[in-house]
């Protein structure tokens, strides 16, 4: 299959496949593009209620595609053309990180660059024991892009983001969970089925539920113990309306498990 991103819908679960597996899924402006589209649509589709994302032929993504990079042509058009290009793509990051359902990154292989910057913009990343990951962004001279700082030093701090992009070390799927990286981590070879089970549940649990914990999170990163209070007793509130609220206090009562919606 040609198509830059495969996407697969199971109750619930869409899960979108980074497809160019000859460059190890290096980030082509075509799957970009692709990428953007289909993470646009799928936020504002109700029937998605988790999103995981995988790279096609074992590997996540090396990040930017550095032999398109060595092409003169490839930035015709001026610094600024190529900023706009570069900003409207880097969206891709915002909609991973703010969507209202769960968004799942799968690691397998390695994640480099642009690549672990979009891994580092789910909610959740599950990794190979032995995967690779690395900013890798120095040893090509540039800065990074993405949002990966961001993402990077909300989870382990400035100290150690200075160190990974400057430094830029590889680290395994096992040191990445040991420094807070990732999520999760399985064998190499059962990493496919644990991070399908994991997003399933995900897609099977209170998405709305869910939207208000990621709105409350961000709150919390960024604003003050009053703005978290305000905002934690709407959404507390808007939660308990919910057709799941409804849901898991009568299963509850009736000791069996809760059926959720998504509602």
């Known amino acids: ?104 990154a799968m690691i397998e ?43 990077l030093a909300k989870l382990i701090g400035s100290a150690r983001t200075r160190d990974l992009y400057m430094t830029s070390p590889v680290l395994t799927g096992a040191d990445a969970l040991m420094l807070g990286i990732v999520t999760r981590v399985a064998k190499d070879d059962e990493l496919e089925a644990a991070a399908l089970a994991f997003a399933r549940d995900l897609a099977a649990g209170p998405t709305l539920t869910f939207a208000y914990m990621k709105k409350t999170i961000a709150i919390a990163e960024s604003q003050s113990l009053k703005d978290l209070l305000d905002h934690e007793s709407l959404y507390h509130s808007r939660s308990m309306a919910t057709d799941d609220h409804r849901e898991a206090a009568s299963s509850f009562v009736e000791k069996r498990p809760a059926s959720f919606t998504g509602r």
Do not use: W
Request: overall charge neutral; aromatic content about 6%.
């Open 109 to 151: 292989r390695a994640a480099a660059g642009a690549g672990l910057s979009i891994a580092l913009a789910c909610d959740f990343r599950i990794a190979g024991e032995k995967a690779k990951l690395t900013t890798a962004f120095a040893k090509v001279a540039l800065s990074g892009d993405f949002g990966g700082p961001y993402f």
């Open 1 to 104: 299959m040609d198509q830059p991103i495969i996407d697969h819908f199971d109750q619930g679960l869409l899960t979108l496949t980074m497809n160019r597996p000859d460059t190890r899924n290096a980030l082509s402006s075509d799957l970009l593009d692709a990428l953007l589209d289909a993470l646009d649509r799928a936020a504002s589709d109700r029937t998605v209620r988790a999103v995981l994302l995988r790279g096609a032929g074992g590997t996540f993504s090396v990040g930017g595609d550095v032999k398109a990079m060595a092409d003169p042509t490839q930035f015709q058009g001026g610094l600024e053309a190529r900023t706009d290009s570069l900003r409207r793509r880097a969206r891709i990051s915002e909609l991973l990180h703010e969507m209202p359902k769960p968004t799942i």
